[in-house]
């Protein structure tokens, strides 16, 4: 799909320092996600069922980026 390709081309991402976040995500969506390879390029614990625990994520990456 599309959006496996944009995650795909994420490589560079990571070089970056990038992190995906995917917030809003039902279980309908979550079993398709979950058969895909998206939780591979991402990291399974940046799917976020709601905004609230996708901010915490966000918050947690945050506390591991050292200042420049």
Not at 37 to 48: A, F, R, S, T, V
């Amino acid at each position: 799909s599309s959006s496996l390709q944009i995650l795909t081309g994420s490589n560079n991402s990571k070089k970056e320092k990038i992190q995906v976040i995917l917030s809003g995500v039902n279980n309908e969506v979550r079993e398709k996600i979950e058969r895909s390879k998206i939780p591979q390029l991402i990291g399974k614990e940046n799917i976020c069922s709601n905004i609230h625990l996708a901010l915490e994520r966000a918050k947690e990456i945050e506390a591991t980026i050292k200042p420049r």
